[in-house]
């Protein structure tokens, strides 16, 4: 799913420390850089077939043609999350060794820095968050800390080691992640080439997600981007195209995924 991100007007991109909440996540990409530098706890992303366990001074990057999904979470986890627009990207990835940055998916970066790198760096981004009000000053930092990130990432020589998931299990994933109609465990079995009880075990193992929670995370995301602010569709109308059997059924998960139950939402968004 392509998300988009409310940038404040004047400011280049955003800075903020992420707080591990218990709330759903949802596989998606944008159209800006994104980087991830964890300060503690742990977690994991499943990033294009392949899934990365992330610990304290793990920095991820994220580019525009990237789709990810942050996985399970420690109760502890928190991360720093900047994200900088392609016009600000394109300004300062001119020179070797910034002008990878500037493309839509050169590959996978995902290292441990060394803690007086990442130290230097949370400074540097918590800076950052007080200088908001303030778009000429907030900007040109932005810039330098993109450019510190990145040259903190080709320093390290280390690597975090990631693992293929399984062929059935990505290609499950893919067909989930593409469902226009409802389709159960065992039909999903037979199109990813395995039984159904095989894939659900091994997908659990390679994602630490179950199959039914990762579906129904993917529904959800698809009821959320249909639903809107609820003044084009019904949130019936919007649960049913979203892959959901039944009403009920979308209730149950809704409140279970969410907090709250839909009419809840509802009044919310409205």
């Given at each position: 799913m392509?998300?988009?991100?409310?940038?404040?007007?004047?400011?280049?991109?955003?800075?903020?420390?992420?707080?591990y909440n218990g709330y759903v996540h949802f596989s998606h990409r944008h159209e800006e850089l994104e980087v991830n530098l964890v300060a503690q706890g742990s977690?994991?992303?499943?990033?294009?077939?392949?899934?990365?366990?992330?610990?304290?001074?793990?920095?991820?990057w994220f580019f525009p043609e990237q789709e990810h999904l942050l996985l399970d979470c420690s109760p502890d986890y928190e991360m720093w999350?900047?994200?900088?627009?392609?016009?600000?990207?394109?300004?300062?990835?001119?020179d070797e060794p910034y002008r990878v940055l500037k493309e839509d998916d050169p590959g996978?970066?995902?290292?441990?820095?060394?803690?007086?790198?990442?130290?230097?760096?949370?400074?540097?981004?918590?800076?950052?968050?007080?200088?908001?009000?303030d778009p000429a000053?907030?900007?040109?930092?932005?810039?330098?800390?993109?450019?510190?990130?990145?040259?903190?990432?080709?320093?390290?020589?280390?690597i975090t080691p990631s693992f293929d998931l399984h062929p059935a299990v990505e290609r499950a994933a893919r067909l989930i992640?593409?469902?226009?109609?409802?389709v159960g465990i065992e039909e999903l079995g037979a199109l990813a080439g395995l039984s159904a009880s095989r894939l659900s075990r091994l997908f659990k193992e390679q994602t630490g997600v179950s199959l039914?929670?990762?579906?129904?995370?993917?529904?959800?995301?698809?009821?959320?981007?249909?639903?809107?602010?609820?003044?084009?569709?019904?949130?019936?109308?919007?649960?049913l195209s979203a892959g959901f059997g039944s009403y009920p059924q979308f209730h149950r998960i809704f409140k279970q995924m969410m907090g709250c139950g839909p009419a809840e939402y509802r009044r919310r968004v409205h």
């Open positions: 392509k998300e988009t991100i409310n940038v404040p007007t004047g400011l280049d991109g955003a800075v903020w420390l992420y707080h977690a994991s992303y499943m990033l294009d077939g392949k899934r990365y366990m992330l610990a304290r001074n793990t920095q991820i999350i900047l994200v900088f627009k392609a016009s600000l990207v394109k300004d300062y990835s001119r996978h970066f995902c290292k441990p820095l060394a803690e007086h790198q990442s130290a230097r760096l949370r400074r540097q981004f918590d800076e950052l968050q007080d200088v908001k009000s000053r907030f900007n040109s930092g932005l810039a330098y800390a993109m450019m510190s990130a990145w040259h903190a990432q080709c320093a390290e020589e280390r992640h593409d469902e226009k109609e409802p039914v929670d990762y579906r129904n995370k993917q529904r959800l995301n698809r009821f959320l981007s249909l639903y809107g602010q609820g003044r084009r569709v019904s949130m019936m109308d919007a649960a």
